[in-house]
């Protein structure tokens, strides 16, 4: 026990109760700096509790043992493999489908949401869609990821704030027949709803803001293939409407997995839509 005084009295600690994990040694032997995909295994076979990512392995699993607070994780761990990945790219792809599909104790993330949705603009109006019901990587003006469709209306009411819009032509509130709105008489408001500045100029200042949160549709025709070079081997990820399918290292297994599940990947497209459309891969069309 630890003694210290506090405002003239004694106060008992508990000692730390981290300790380095001794057990966890022997399954680290050969864990190489490469980049790559790494899980801490309990007793299940068959959930992990920890499942990571880095661009040099090594580094990456050796930080969990200098931190305390992944004490309970490392308590309740037996062993720790690894995969290695071309780069950043293909080690980024293949933590988040791990994840999707073996849920880890310990990973709080890179969960599926059912309640994906985003804004959607028709006729000079937004409303508010979900990847459920529309097909998010074929459908034009689509603007942001949201949790929920509340998250999905506050981003546009923050919108309205910061560009001074008129919330009844956004159809976030009721609109009198020829009135102006009570945001008008504050100021807050340009005026669209009453006449004081064209409608055209109203949807612009809207489209302008929401610019940057464009949801980009699939670009190709049916899936392709993003060739990643790294130090120790070539992959090419297999994509298809912005799912990851799979990563191999020849063209003609390549071909074999354009099988898309329905729905829409939010993370293998904040994963992709960067770096496949900056041209920083080269893309091998599959179809």
Same mark, same amino acid.
């Given at each position: 026990m630890v003694r210290r005084v506090v405002s003239h009295r004694l106060?008992?600690?508990p000692a730390a109760i981290y300790q380095y994990p001794e057990h966890l040694r022997p399954s680290l032997e050969g864990l190489p700096a490469l980049p790559g995909v790494y899980i801490f295994h309990g007793e299940s076979?068959?959930? *992990?509790?920890?499942i990571g990512k880095s661009v040099n392995l090594r580094s990456r699993v050796m930080s969990h043992f200098r931190t305390a607070?992944?004490?309970k994780m490392l308590r309740q761990a037996r062993h720790v493999t690894w995969i290695t990945t071309a780069g950043d790219l293909g080690?980024?792809?293949?933590e988040a489908q791990m994840i999707k599909v073996q849920q880890p104790l310990f990973n709080k993330r890179l969960r599926k949401n059912r309640q994906l949705c985003s804004l959607h603009i028709s006729q000079h109006k937004p409303s508010v869609v979900f990847a459920k019901e529309v097909d998010f990587s074929h459908t034009p003006n689509l603007f942001g990821l949201y949790a929920s469709r509340r998250a999905a209306l506050e981003r546009l009411q923050t919108i309205a704030d910061e560009e001074r819009l008129c919330l009844g032509l956004l159809g976030l509130e009721s609109l009198g027949k020829n009135r102006a709105c009570f945001r008008a008489s504050l100021g807050r408001c340009a005026g669209a709803c009453c006449g004081r500045e064209p409608l055209e100029d109203h949807h612009q200042r809207l489209m302008d803001a929401l610019e940057r949160v464009r949801v980009m549709c699939w670009p190709w025709q049916g899936a392709v293939g993003v060739v990643e070079e790294g130090v120790s081997q070539t992959q090419i990820h297999v994509i298809n409407n912005w799912f990851y399918l799979g990563s191999v290292s020849d063209l003609a297994e390549a071909?074999?997995?354009?099988s898309t599940p329905k729905g829409f990947d939010s993370?293998?497209?904040?994963i992709l839509c960067k770096p496949v459309l900056s041209g920083k891969y080269p893309?091998? *069309?599959?179809?």
């Open positions: 106060e008992f600690e076979e068959t959930m *992990p509790l920890y607070d992944e004490a080690a980024l792809l293949l071909r074999h997995l354009t993370d293998g497209y904040k893309i091998v *069309p599959l179809y």
